[in-house]
């Protein structure tokens, strides 16, 4: 089953989001998508022909949850956006990050040093399944840092071509502006 590249247009016009940073920004979006396609189609060939165990398999395979990851985080991160901003601080979420941080303010201070971090990747509040905890967690590129059996729950973007268009080296303008279009409702509806 291929994988079909979702439309995000609804975010032109998003404030602080230039139209060129989000039509460039769903360009790379959807090459994630093909190429996840594409090397589903590799390996499933490669298999049939029996071609496990090559240089050639191992690395399409290592590939894979770069090119997946890709796909799937970005679907987090426009899902996650697109909305007002506000945190109903008394709601479900604004207790639990309370909870689990200390308070609201401290996980906003956690989550937006994560993001801040030198290097190119995601910021990442995640849910324990086991423990329903919340962290933040710093993922370098798209592949590297996923916590094992936990649930994003709020997904930020920071390669530099989620900002450099609108932003230059402003990552932490660019932060702010993130953080006045998360869509708080969709955030809270994937903890469990
Ligand atoms: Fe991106």
Redesign the pocket.
Known sequence: MAYTAKDYSNLIGMEGFSETLLKN?FT??QGYVTNTNKLADLLASMLSEGKVGTPEYAELKRRFGFEFN?MR??EY?FDNLGGSGVLDKSGKLGRKLAEDFGSYEDWERDFKGTGAMRGIGWAILYQDNVTRKLMNQWINEHETGHLADCIPVLVM?V?E??FITDYGLKRADYIAAFFKNINWDVVESRLR
Do not use: N
């Open positions: 920004h790379l979006y890709g985080l970005h991160y973007d390669f071509h989620a």
